[in-house]
């Protein structure tokens, strides 16, 4: 045992009316009550739909924490479109993610950009879930490890061990995002073991003993429980599933 308390991540992407997303958090209220003892448990919904779940949630005292997709590193001003720090914190955002792929590749996103989200989001005092992955092209060419630690670093660039001590990395290999092929949980491991020993080497053994690395990629009730069986493995960033109640209910609970 490592220790460390899983956490399990949904991420609803760009899906669910405010209306939607009050029936699925009211639903996930009832069917996680038992689940969320053992494992910490967050939803991220659209900025749109933010308020009213955490009406429910904290209403109702319900152990989900709130979370969101995407955050802008300014405290404010003239930044038409985006979102700042505050604006999250005061919703009672907990865990904010950062450096998603499809914020990298389809809104160009930077390793810049996200080490200067990172560090917004710890300032506000919020949990990054730092994302990272590589390409299925990048994979083939045996390059996953230079990708992953690349972006791994270049995202923590400037922080101090204590703060990535608190941190979340979600390692989640670009061709397996809702395509239905998952890494095998032997190749999952494998990375997030590299993650945990470079974050050993850059900030020494503490921090890399208490961050959290989650898997994400086509994460499924049937995959959960052998994923999880990885020892740097500490938890999963669910997308397309945590849509549906059921099958979010059964990953969370897969001990
Ligand atoms: P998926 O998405 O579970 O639909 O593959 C994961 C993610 O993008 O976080």
Redesign the pocket.
Known sequence: MSGRRPLISG?W?MNLTHLDAINLVQKLSYSLADATRRVDVSVHPPFTALRSVQTILDVDDVPIALGAQNVHWQAGGAYTGEISPAMLAKLNVRYVIVG???RRQLFGETDEDVNKKVKAVLAAGMVPIL?VGETLGEREEGRTAEKVLGQLRAGLSGLDSAAIAGMVV?Y?PIW????GRTATPDDAQAVCAAVRRAIAADAGEAAAASVRIQY????KAGNIAELMSGSDIDGA??????LDPEEFTAIVSYR
């Open positions: 991420n992407k998603h792929s499809e994302c979600a989640e397996a995002i809702g395509t994400g990629g086509s994460v960033l669910v997308g397309g599933a945590s």
